[in-house]
């Protein structure tokens, strides 16, 4: 099984830049390889939703040219790196790893919060 751990949260004003930060203890490379990964969020009252997906490069038109997914596969992280962060970005953000075979599998999630 696969747990993802998210990282790097917290709270920032708006205009600034955070970078999210996800990995899995004790995973070896060719397990972590195997995942697609990719990040979500969900703001207070409303649903989850896709931030960002390695695999398929498809962003949130609400972050696009804002927002980058990358890996580091000798590290065996996965990031998010936030610019010009804006007060609707506020949600607690979750790293998600995913194959057909195996399903998802969430980490418990980051908060990130952006004040105007």
């Known amino acids: 099984q696969v747990q993802p751990v998210e990282s790097g949260g917290g709270s920032v004003q708006a205009g600034g830049s955070m970078r999210l930060s996800c990995t899995v203890p004790?995973?070896?490379?060719?397990?972590?390889?195997?995942?697609?990964w990719s990040w979500y969020r969900q703001a207070p009252e409303k649903e989850r939703e896709l931030v960002a997906d390695l695999s398929s490069g498809d962003y949130a038109d609400a972050v696009k040219g804002r927002f980058t997914i990358s890996k580091d596969n000798a590290r065996k992280r996965v990031y998010l790196q936030m610019n010009d962060l804006k007060a609707e970005d506020t949600a607690v953000y979750y790293c998600?790893?995913?194959?057909?075979?195996?399903?998802?599998?969430w980490g418990h999630g980051t908060q990130v919060t952006v004040s105007s």
């Open positions: 998600s790893a995913y194959t057909s075979s195996r399903g998802r599998y």
């Open positions: 004790r995973i070896i490379l060719s397990t972590f390889t195997m995942y697609d």
